[in-house]
Nanobody, 125 residues
Framework: QVQLVESGGGLVQAGGSLRLSCAAS????????MGWFRQAPGKEREFVSG????????SDADSVKGRFTISRDNAKGAVYLHMNSLKPEDTAVYYC??????????????????WGQGTQVTVSS
């Protein structure tokens, strides 16, 4: 099993940047594909970005391509989401998730067994 704790959310103006972090505890972190999801009020949770266990392969939703970058540091047991050129529509609670021996192309919430508690990102216009 793996436990996940997100941090780094906050309030930022449109066009600004934030870096979200997700700290994982547990064994064999590199065996888990990791994903970032977000959920805005009244909307379903949606896939943002995913990364393979080795970090070699990533996948991004069309809405964030060219603006967000996912990365991981297996030695530290951490995954990051670097968010640039933020827009008001990026406002949401952001969650990290883990899928044992999964794929960065997993975009469905049911494909990830482990979830963090979420961190709020608010982008003002």
């Amino acid at each position: 099993q793996v436990q996940l704790v997100e941090s780094g959310g906050g309030l930022v103006q449109a066009g600004g940047s934030l870096r979200l972090s997700c700290a994982a505890s547990g064994r064999s972190f590199s065996s888990y594909a990791m994903g970032w999801f977000r959920q805005a009020p009244g909307k379903e949770r949606e896939f943002v970005s995913g990364i393979s266990g080795s970090g070699d392969t990533t996948s991004d939703a069309d809405s964030v391509k060219g603006r967000f970058t996912i990365s991981r540091d297996n030695a530290k047991g951490a995954v990051y989401l670097h968010m640039n050129s933020l827009k008001p529509e990026d406002t949401a609670v952001y969650y990290c998730a883990a899928a044992y021996r999964g794929s960065p192309s997993y975009t469905g919430t049911r494909q990830y067994a482990y979830w963090g508690q979420g961190t709020q990102v608010t982008v003002s216009s």
